[in-house]
């Protein structure tokens, strides 16, 4: 099983976590929120074979720290993997959104110039600009987009951009979500979680909760659960070639 998109840091108990991860045998992409937290988790994850850690500066922290930008930029020759990374078009943030933008469109510059990344992206409220940023900038890597909430028309868009999708419990539960993940390509799905953020069954959702994303995509493609989980894999071993 995948879990593309899990800050582990942010447990209460990121070591127990990754033990617990280490044990179930799933692949699990840690993201970061700033790029103060790099080093601790890579210091935390120094024996882990299955947990890959991604270079992030979260746009609801862009506001105030949009100048560790340069840090996440110079991080960025270390890793194949930047997130979480986006921008985030809510009224409580719409102060920033033109320094998110920058921001965003920073980080893709870096990415292209060091020859692709791939990247885990937050749009929420704010697709179009996040489309327009990647379409600004060929060669920037693999987008990877995360919990995708946009309409429709932006969905076929995003397709277009040979986008991915990253896709949890909870927006799976949800018949927006759904809607939308019929409407994906089954090549292009990854699964995620988003814990601690996301919850599922009223606590933090962890990575073996993707098993319940897994049953949701098996049902929306006709398969077994089995086929399902060997469909994310084959697509996940695509994504990082
Ligand atoms: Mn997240």
């Not at 110039?113 to 693999?142: C, E, M």
């Not at 868009?157 to 040979?162: F, G, H, P, S, V």
């Not at 919850?199 to 493609?221: C, M, T, Y």
């Amino acid at each position: 099983m995948i879990d593309f998109h899990c800050h582990i840091d942010l447990f209460p108990d990121p070591s127990s976590l990754i033990e617990e991860i280490e044990v179930s045998g799933i692949y699990v992409l840690a993201v970061t929120t700033t790029p103060k937290s790099w080093g601790h988790l890579q210091t935390l994850l120094r024996h882990s074979k299955r947990i890959q850690c991604a270079i992030g500066l979260h746009p609801e922290l862009v506001a105030e720290r949009s100048s560790e930008v340069e840090e996440v930029c110079a991080l960025m020759s270390e890793t194949r993997y930047v997130g979480e990374v986006g921008i985030d078009g809510s009224p409580k943030l719409r102060g920033s959104f033109e320094l998110q933008r920058k921001v965003f469109a920073r980080i893709l510059k870096q990415s292209s110039s060091l020859g692709g990344r791939i990247l885990s992206i937050h749009s929420r409220r704010a697709t179009t600009a996040v489309l327009d940023a990647l379409s600004d900038q060929p060669g920037f890597g693999s987008a990877v987009m995360h919990w995708f909430s946009g309409t429709r028309k932006e969905l076929l868009r995003a397709i277009e951009l040979d986008c991915w999708f990253s896709v949890g419990p909870t927006m799976l539960g949800s018949k927006n979500g759904r809607g939308l993940v019929e409407e994906m390509p089954m090549h292009r799905i990854l699964t995620e979680t988003d814990g601690p953020f996301a919850r599922f069954g009223g606590i933090a959702a962890k990575p073996i909760d993707v098993s319940v994303a897994e049953r949701a995509l098996a049902s929306i493609w006709n398969v077994s659960q089995q086929q399902a989980s060997e469909q994310i894999l084959q697509n996940f071993r695509c994504l990082i070639g």
